[in-house]
């Protein structure tokens, strides 16, 4: 399985790539891993425009890495690292080799995006920095695919 998580903007604190980078490293055995880091906006005055010159990034990542779509989205639906490493595997069975998670901007992404994913996914209602979110969802991904092959890292 091919899984690439497709975000916008770059770590900036070291305890967080440090993270990043071990589960990377762990999730070698399950597939490749590929972080798409789009350039951040950051046009503080006008955040649609920040919106849409980020979703139209993702956009264009999106149709070079073809594949099944799962926005990160808080008003998306939730699962038990359980439910969505059925999900997971399901996508698999589908057919689909490549997996990308789309991890927008501190303003959201466009409604283009929202209607184009396969999947809206929201790990909580809590909002959450989008590097520490990266790091989540990277260990996510790797518990999910434990799941899956049945090894001891999820209890």
Same mark, same amino acid.
């Given at each position: 399985?091919? *899984?690439?998580?497709?975000?916008?903007?770059?770590?900036?604190?070291?305890?967080?790539?440090?993270?990043?980078?071990?589960?990377?490293?762990?999730?070698?055995?399950?597939?490749?891993?590929?972080?798409?880091?789009?350039?951040?906006?950051?046009?503080?005055?006008?955040?649609? *425009?920040?919106?849409?010159?980020?979703?139209?990034?993702?956009?264009?990542?999106l149709e070079k890495n073809k594949g099944f779509k799962v926005l990160l989205?808080?008003?998306?639906?939730?699962?038990?690292?359980?439910?969505?490493?059925?999900?997971?595997?399901?996508?698999?069975?589908?057919?689909?080799s490549t997996i990308n998670f789309i991890i927008g901007g501190s303003y959201?992404?466009?409604?283009?995006?929202?209607?184009?994913?396969?999947?809206?996914?929201?790990?909580?209602?809590?909002?959450?920095?989008?590097?520490?979110?990266?790091?989540?969802?990277?260990?996510?991904?790797?518990?999910?695919?434990?799941?899956?092959?049945?090894?001891?890292?999820?209890?």
């Open positions: 399985m091919n *899984i690439n998580i497709i975000c916008v903007g770059k770590i900036k604190e070291k305890y967080i790539n440090d993270g990043i980078q071990e589960f990377a490293k762990r999730l070698q055995a399950f597939g490749k891993l590929k972080i798409i880091e789009l350039k951040e906006d950051g046009n503080d005055n006008n955040r649609t *425009i920040s919106i849409e010159k980020e979703s139209k990034a993702i956009l264009e990542t989205d808080i008003q998306g639906k939730n699962f038990s690292s359980e439910e969505m490493a059925i999900q997971i595997e399901k996508i698999g069975v589908n057919g689909d959201g992404t466009s409604d283009t995006i929202r209607k184009i994913v396969d999947l809206k996914l929201s790990f909580s209602k809590m909002t959450f920095p989008h590097q520490l979110m990266r790091l989540i969802l990277i260990e996510q991904v790797y518990r999910w695919f434990s799941i899956i092959k049945n090894t001891k890292y999820h209890k």
